[in-house]
């Protein structure tokens, strides 16, 4: 190397959202692969938890059809908020987040690099695992393909949400139990619409106008909350 | 040309009031040395001039452009180092260093990085994850770094902490060969380091 590239360090070293989101995705995929104890106990949790029901509340068969959704939606919101602490404390503590904030790349790109890749390791698993689930629970066929649709689209917003009031407890002390008073009543909504697609489905009714509306909630959380999460995390940098 | 100029800071953390205007300028091939007493705010003025903490008061200028104007820009200049060195511990020496380096755009290759890391005194260790490395090995990826990251301004927060006679040596040979391109090091420490055209600023408690 030469002096050369002192003088164009700038011109070697382009920042781009693309780059940002794809380096942000695949090392937090990396870690979660070198570390599967934790997607493991999400998906467990939300296995062992779905399964209790129907041991708890008895075997007749009306009763958990039509509980089922609501609970396996419940278990999935609880299991996916389980892992929302370490989304970015642990890059905190040992100064990593800085060393992103001060990358070339703008920040809302590996902000939504990170939160994709937790939808990947706690959302994506409990989708694909819900049909299973819901079979204890004697959904039919197409309810069961709804409730997995719907959490496809449903646990994406969760992440998201989850990521915002992740990144304002970021340094607060009992941190965690103010997550859960923050982030729980936010999930509300997309708890509503998502269990109500497969409730709607099994009595017989359209489950389209739930999905469109979660769908439009996750392009909505999708555009906005990605840089509310920035500026919490300069905030918690500062 | 690499400059870098800081007009009139005042910093503070918290209530306390650490230093109040102050103006420095550190051209291409030199190096600032901040020195001071713990708690003087040292590493309060690293962060202002990385852009991370903002001054309450005063301007940082990297080649005479305010460094909020264009961040990416800026940033894609700037190797900051402070005294959490952003080390994953599930992550092999090798790993950790290619993500530190593709974070910053910088597209270095595996034989350069394997280069790097031997040069650091890694060589048998690169494979390891972090957590079984020491203090002093862990700051060695650092040094790695500074070795293929071609950034013009390196902003360094005791970087000799932990390291041995032989690290702190090869610390010293590194910054003079940034000094010797052009580069610019704007760096907090309490030790000695034997490298030329250092200037000096001190930071009173």
């Known amino acids: ?238 | 040309m690499n400059v870098l100029e800081a007009r009139s800071l005042t910093g503070s953390r918290g209530e306390a009031r650490l230093f109040r205007d102050l103006s420095f300028g550190v051209a291409a091939g030199e190096w600032l040395a901040v020195r001071g007493p713990n708690g003087s705010g040292k590493t309060t003025l690293l962060r202002c001039v990385a852009g991370l903490t903002r001054p309450d008061a005063g301007d940082v200028l990297w080649n005479g452009e305010l460094i909020t104007r264009d961040r990416a820009h800026f940033h894609a200049d700037l190797l900051y180092a402070g005294h959490l060195d952003a080390i994953k511990d599930d992550l092999s020496a090798e790993e950790n260093l290619a993500s530190a380096l593709a974070l910053r755009g910088v597209d270095a290759g595996a034989e350069a990085i394997r280069a790097a890391l031997g040069e650091a005194g890694l060589d048998k260790r690169r494979q390891l994850p972090a957590r079984r490395l020491s203090a002093g090995q862990r700051r060695r990826i650092g040094l790695a770094r500074l070795i293929l990251d071609p950034a013009p301004l390196w902003t360094l927060d005791e970087p000799l902490t932990a390291l041995d006679d032989a690290g702190q040596r090869l610390f010293a040979a590194l910054l003079a060969r940034h000094l010797a391109r052009g580069g610019v090091a704007l760096i907090a420490t309490h030790q000695a380091l034997d490298a030329p055209a250092v200037r000096e600023l001190r930071m009173d408690a």
């Open chain 1, 1 to 238: 190397m030469s002096a050369a590239t002192h003088e164009s360090g700038a011109a070697l070293l382009a920042g781009s959202f693309g780059a940002g989101f794809a380096w942000a995705f695949a090392r937090d995929l990396t870690i979660a692969w070198r570390h599967p104890g934790e997607t493991l106990l999400v998906v467990a949790f939300f296995v062992l938890v779905a399964s209790l029901f129907p041991l708890g509340v008895g075997a007749e068969a009306q009763l958990l059809e039509r509980i089922g959704p609501g609970v396996i939606w419940v278990c999935a919101l609880l299991a996916a908020f389980l892992s929302l602490p370490a989304l970015f404390a642990s890059d905190h503590a040992d100064g990593s987040l800085e060393q992103m904030a001060l990358s070339p790349h703008p920040m809302a790109s590996w902000v939504s690099g990170k939160i994709a890749a937790h939808w990947a390791t706690s959302g994506l698993p409990l989708a694909v695992l819900s049909p299973l689930l819901g079979l204890q629970y004697g959904l039919d066929a197409d309810t069961l393909a709804v409730l997995a649709l719907a959490l496809l689209i449903g646990t994406p917003v969760l992440s998201l949400l989850g990521a915002a009031c992740t990144a304002l407890t970021l340094g607060a002390r009992g941190g965690g139990m103010l997550l859960a008073l923050l982030a729980l009543p936010l999930f509300v909504p997309v708890l509503i619409f998502g269990a109500g697609a497969a409730q709607a489905q099994a009595s017989g009714l359209s489950a389209l106008p739930h999905l469109s509306l979660l769908g439009a909630g996750l392009i909505v959380a999708a555009m906005s909350l990605p840089i509310a999460v920035c500026a919490a995390v300069r905030v918690a940098l500062d």
